[in-house]
């Protein structure tokens, strides 16, 4: 059977027609309308899966934000505009006419990459760190969701009680620091107004400032890891994302790692789908399960 998964992330939309055995067939990819008002992202969507519908016989949908019964509340309203309370599975339905389920894209991301590990690791967390920071926690084999579709989101925990006030209203989140729009936000002077891409770009010349902005957030990743070890004990952290899968940022993360105590100590490896992990675990959740 053949599925059509799509992400939607702060910066783009991705959709793909993906086959029972995960190869995606067909892909497509729209930026994230600039508006991210309702009507916005329904013509957005419309758009893009369009040309993909006829030939799937569902839709699978990971998405950031929290998705409860088929509808997505934005956490942090910056990544995602005015759509808090967006009805995502019903919109599908009704552009495509095809049975549809939805679901958080870092739990997704991490139902993929949990299956792209060898056998014996029953214990893993994934962290997306793009636009956002996210996650999703496979333990015993299940992915965890929530009852209200929370589980997961790592990026909110906190970072620095004194550090910049985040998205979502809580103040010193790890994503308001570590994310790519929490790098861009701290930039100053020549840096000022530049994103992230730009920013590690820089910071490969040598730019100061830029190396320092890159290793902050690179250290707070580092943090949330050893309290995710606390917390889960897993066996595997995987990291993903825009900015987590950037040149030379997993090797940041490993050191700053190290400085912690050895118990807070957990294998790192970057993401086996990398930036496809969302349209993938999508697809894999749509067989309906989930363990």
């Not at 067939?25 to 957005?44: I, N, Y």
């Not at 995602?80 to 006419?97: N, S, Y």
């Not at 890891?225 to 595997?236: H, L, N, P």
């Not at 930036?275 to 399960?289: F, I, V």
Request: some cysteine.
């Amino acid at each position: 059977m053949t599925t059509l998964a799509i992400d939607i992330g702060g910066t783009k939309l991705a959709a793909a027609l993906v086959s029972t055995d995960l190869r995606i067939l067909e892909r497509r990819e729209l930026p994230t309308p600039a508006s991210k008002t309702p009507d916005a992202l329904r013509e957005a969507l419309n758009e893009l899966v369009s040309p993909l519908k006829a030939q799937a016989q569902r839709v699978a949908i990971a998405s950031t934000g929290i998705i409860h019964e088929g509808t997505l509340l934005a956490i942090n309203p910056q990544n995602l505009g005015g759509l808090m309370h967006f009805p995502l599975v019903q919109t599908l339905e009704a552009i495509t006419g095809l049975p549809t389920q939805a679901v958080n894209d870092a739990q997704a991301a991490a139902w993929a990459e949990y299956h792209a590990l060898a056998d014996g690791i029953s214990d893993m967390v994934f962290i997306t760190v793009s636009t956002g920071v996210g996650g999703g926690v496979v333990s015993s084999g299940k992915l965890q969701t929530g009852t209200g579709g929370l589980a997961g989101h790592l990026g909110h925990t906190l970072a620095d009680p004194n550090g910049p006030v985040c998205g979502c209203g809580r103040t010193g989140c790890v994503e308001a620091i570590a994310s790519g729009r929490g790098i861009a936000a701290a930039a100053l002077g020549d840096l000022a107004g530049c994103d992230a891409k730009t920013i590690f770009a820089r910071a490969a010349d040598g730019h100061e400032q830029a190396r320092l902005l890159v290793q902050s957030s690179a250290r707070v990743l580092a943090r949330l890891i050893a309290d995710v070890k606390a917390i889960t004990d897993c066996q595997r952290v995987v990291i993903g994302g825009s900015v987590g899968l950037a040149d030379g940022y997993l090797a940041q993360v490993r050191h700053w790692l190290a400085q912690e105590p050895g118990i807070y100590h957990v294998e790192l490896s970057a993401a086996h789908y990398r930036n496809d992990a969302g349209l993938l675990g999508a697809a894999l959740l749509a067989t309906g399960e989930k363990s």
